[in-house]
Structure formats: structure tokens, C-alpha cells
């Protein structure tokens, strides 16, 4: 089992950044592919950031590409999204999610065996 609590969310002006976090417990998060998603009200969760076991490969959709930045740190069991620049459209309630052990990188939500609660961002104009 793995359990993940996502922090550092908030309130932020357009054009702001924010560093969200997420704090793993749990076995064998240094050999799992981590994920970041999203959700605002009355769409679908969508894909964010992902990163594979090892911090070495990294992907993002275009519309967060060279804005959002995702890092682990596996000594600490912690994955963090850096969000730059941040547009009102990128307001929503952040998920980040784990992957299977010996993962490469993930795109898809039924790839994810673990989430997170969610933490809220909110991008005011």
C-alpha cells in the first residue's frame, strides 16, 4: 500500500507560481512512476506532469509544457509539481498519483494505482 498527501495548494494571482508537494508513505515509492492530475468542476480529470521511477524521464501536455515542472526527491518520498506562470484555466484540485513498481512514464488514469486526496488551486484574474 501506498498513501499520498498532496500540500501547497492555495490562492494565487495570475502569472504567480506555486510548488505543490506530495508526501508518500509506504513501500517501494523510489521504484514506482509518480503522476500529477487535475479536476475542475464539471470536467474530466486531466493528465498534468508525469515522472519516471528514477527522476530521469518527465512528460507534459502541451498545455502546462514549459510552465510545469515535476521533481522527485526519493530520499524524502516526496514529489513536487513547480507551476509557473499560472493562467486562470489552471485552476482546479490537484491529484497526484503512483504508479506500479518499475515504471517508466504513465499517461493515463487507469495506469495510477494510488491517489492522493487532492489539494485546491485557485488562479484568480
Known amino acids: 500500500q501506498v498513501q499520498l498527501v498532496e500540500s501547497g495548494g492555495g490562492l494565487v494571482q495570475a502569472g504567480g507560481s506555486l510548488r505543490l508537494s506530495c508526501a508518500a508513505s509506504?513501500?517501494?515509492?523510489?521504484?514506482?512512476?509518480m503522476g500529477w492530475f487535475r479536476q475542475s468542476p464539471g470536467k474530466e480529470r486531466e493528465f498534468v506532469a508525469a515522472i519516471n521511477w528514477s527522476g530521469g524521464k518527465t512528460y507534459y501536455p502541451d498545455s502546462v509544457k514549459g510552465r510545469f515542472t515535476i521533481s522527485r526527491d526519493n530520499a524524502k518520498n516526496t514529489v513536487y509539481l513547480q507551476m509557473n506562470s499560472l493562467k486562470p484555466e489552471d485552476t482546479a484540485v490537484y491529484y497526484c498519483?503512483?504508479?506500479?513498481?518499475?515504471?517508466?512514464?504513465?499517461?493515463?488514469?487507469?495506469?495510477?494505482?494510488?491517489w492522493g486526496q487532492g489539494t485546491q488551486v485557485t488562479v484568480s484574474s
Open positions: 509506504g513501500r517501494s515509492f523510489s521504484s514506482r512512476a
Open positions: 498519483a503512483a504508479g506500479g513498481i518499475a515504471t517508466e512514464i504513465l499517461y493515463y488514469r487507469y495506469e495510477y494505482d494510488y
